[in-house]
């Protein structure tokens, strides 16, 4: 039975590829802020939390929507 498009693997292109690992520098220096910036807390904890779950949307939304990547 196939795997649904939201669930399969989605190999992303080398444009997507640049694309996704200008996000990771990008995500890694505003981690670098909020750890700089913030005092240790709850608060902080929830930023970063959140940080990483917008960073795997980001990251999903470049590889979903690239009709160059493969679905393998």
Do not use: Q
């Not at 989605?10 to 996704?20: A, F, T, V």
């Not at 990771?24 to 930023?47: G, L, N, Q, T, Y």
């Amino acid at each position: 039975m196939p795997i649904d498009k939201p669930f399969a693997y989605h190999k992303p292109s080398d444009e997507g590829l640049n694309r996704i690992n200008d996000l990771r520098e990008a995500f890694s220096d505003v981690k670098k802020m909020i750890e700089s910036h913030c005092p240790s807390s709850r608060e902080r904890s929830v930023a970063l939390t959140e940080l990483e779950t917008t960073a795997m949307w980001a990251i999903k939304a470049v590889v979903f929507n690239d009709p160059k990547s493969e679905v393998v």
